[in-house]
């Protein structure tokens, strides 16, 4: 496949542009940033477009004509949503409608648009409603959540009208190596390795009695390859591993790679105006449409995402 990948610079994008590489498709990345530096990933093809611009969008589209599309591009921090809620709907929304609509007479008549959205359309749920799946009902409660589910409910008119197959994933938390600090695993594990490089004297929290449930990015964009491989039009899934795990655990598994365990302080800012106590999702629908499974030990990815750091806080010297 040919498949063109919004926010190819980000994160995820960049782990998406390995995945698709290594398992034979050709990739064409597209974000407002510049591509990715050579050795950082794989090769690939790269746009630089403002996806609030719709007739940019139409160009770039019509030129790749990809025969799918990940659309990762969007605003990804839950907290700050607060402070901008316009702009949140404008990345996650309006954006995506942009690009689906430029992609819906564009791309050949099996292409596929996969969507990726948020396990936060969710909102605050009781213990006997976990494990959440594709149909349980959706009450989200931040701006991010919101922008999410209006994208969703949105491309879902659409594709009505365009019939462009549709295909939307909704990943719980996923974190791994090259994760933004702003971002709570990846927070964690930067200041430990600046405490134990002796520039930090204390690590500072919010909420640590919340539970997530965490996957490793690199099992994250392996499941979207094969949502674009396997999927059918009109399949939304959930992408979670089915077990949760408490901020303060995960504290404590980084402790433990750090071999210190520092002083703490709690944060007041760190706090968000509303916090679903625990989420935990379901992945059986995508397990059995396309063969998904996790593979990576929550203890490895800290590792990983410790390590990342350490490297940072030590080239920063």
Same mark, same amino acid.
């Given at each position: 496949m040919h498949v063109l990948i919004t926010g190819a610079s980000g994160f995820a994008g960049r782990h998406a542009i390995r995945e698709f590489t290594a398992a034979g498709h050709e990739v064409t990345g597209l974000d407002r940033g510049k591509a990715v530096g050579p050795g950082e990933v794989p090769e690939? &093809?790269?746009f630089m477009v403002d996806l609030a611009d719709a007739l940019m969008v139409e160009d770039a589209v019509r030129e790749v004509r990809p025969d799918v599309i990940l659309h990762l591009a969007g605003w990804s921090h839950v907290g700050e949503s607060w402070k901008f809620p316009a702009r949140v709907l404008q990345a996650n929304a309006t954006n995506a409608v942009n690009l689906y609509t430029a992609a819906a007479g564009n $791309? =050949? =008549?099996d292409g596929r648009f996969l969507f990726v959205s948020s396990a936060d359309v969710y909102g605050p749920v009781r213990e006997e409603e976990l494990p959440l799946t594709e149909e349980s009902p959706t009450h989200p409660e931040s701006p991010y959540a919101v922008s999410k589910l209006s994208a969703e409910m949105l491309l879902q008119v659409l594709r009505r009208n365009f019939s462009l197959p549709l295909l939307i994933a909704r990943p719980f938390n996923h974190i791994g190596p090259g994760q933004s600090p702003a971002f709570v695993c990846s927070s964690f594990a930067r200041q430990i390795a600046e405490i134990?490089?002796? &520039? +930090?004297k204390e690590l500072v929290h919010g909420n640590l009695q919340t539970a997530r449930d965490f996957l490793d990015v690199r099992d994250v964009v392996r499941a979207? &390859?094969?949502i674009l491989e396997k999927g059918r039009d009109g399949d939304l899934f959930v992408v979670a591993s089915g077990e949760s795990h408490t901020i303060d655990s995960i504290v404590r598994r980084l402790f433990e790679a750090a071999g210190i365990e520092p +002083? $703490? +302080?709690?944060?007041? !800012? &760190?706090f968000r105006p509303f916090d679903t106590k625990e989420l935990r999702g379901c992945s059986e629908f995508l397990r059995e449409r396309t063969g998904w499974t996790p593979e990576r030990p929550l203890e490895e990815t800290l590792r990983d995402i410790f390590n990342a !750091?350490?490297?940072e806080v030590c080239a920063e010297a």
């Open positions: 690939y &093809r790269h $791309m =050949p =008549p134990q490089q002796g &520039r +930090r979207y &390859r094969l +002083r $703490m +302080r709690k944060d007041p !800012a &760190r !750091a350490c490297e």
